[in-house]
């Protein structure tokens, strides 16, 4: 996988990653150890619940946004830190069976005033299943590694 720079990013380009199958195991030993409230680790109890079934738990479908973050196409960028999470919300429950796809848009960037070898990029990020229904939304801010001096620039390697 290709792994760009700061400078690479463009705002408005779209980066995907996935499907992530989500299996009713994953669900239930997710919950076991983190979430374990019964729409989470138990059918019956979630049959009876404002869900009416097996749901994973926001916490879990958090860490699927993460896993696939890493994967997105057509390149991924030199990540140095995460900086924050902003209007995250989890419209539609994750239950067994979804498969879970990834969307990263640039909203926009900044050099660093501080540190010249990086920048800042605020990118919305959306959750898919399979019917296109927005599992989770949010907007993420990451710190970038910029490119180093001497280096070619990459460019040509993006899919516009």
């Not at 140095?80 to 879970?100: H, I, K, M, Q």
């Not at 660093?112 to 229904?133: A, C, F, H, T």
Request: hydrophobic share 40%; proline share 6%; aromatic share 6%.
């Amino acid at each position: 996988m290709t792994r760009l720079y700061f400078e690479d990013a463009e705002v408005g380009h779209l980066r995907t990653a996935g499907p992530y199958l989500v299996s009713k195991d994953e669900i239930i030993q997710f919950a076991q150890k983190y979430d374990p409230q019964p729409f989470h680790i138990d059918e019956e109890a979630a049959a009876r619940s404002v869900f009416a079934g097996l749901t994973a738990s926001g916490a879990h479908t958090f860490a699927i946004l993460i896993s696939l973050l890493s994967k997105t196409q057509p390149y991924s960028l030199r990540v140095l830190a995460g900086l924050g999470w902003d209007e995250l919300r989890l419209p539609t429950p994750v239950r067994p069976g979804d498969e879970l796809s990834l969307e990263v848009t640039v909203l926009e960037k900044r050099e660093s005033k501080s540190s010249p070898d990086r920048g800042v990029m605020r990118n919305q990020i959306y959750l898919r299943n399979q019917k296109r229904e927005i599992a989770l939304q949010c907007v993420g801010s990451v710190l970038v590694a910029r490119r180093p001096a001497g280096l070619e620039e990459k460019n040509s390697e993006i899919e516009k």
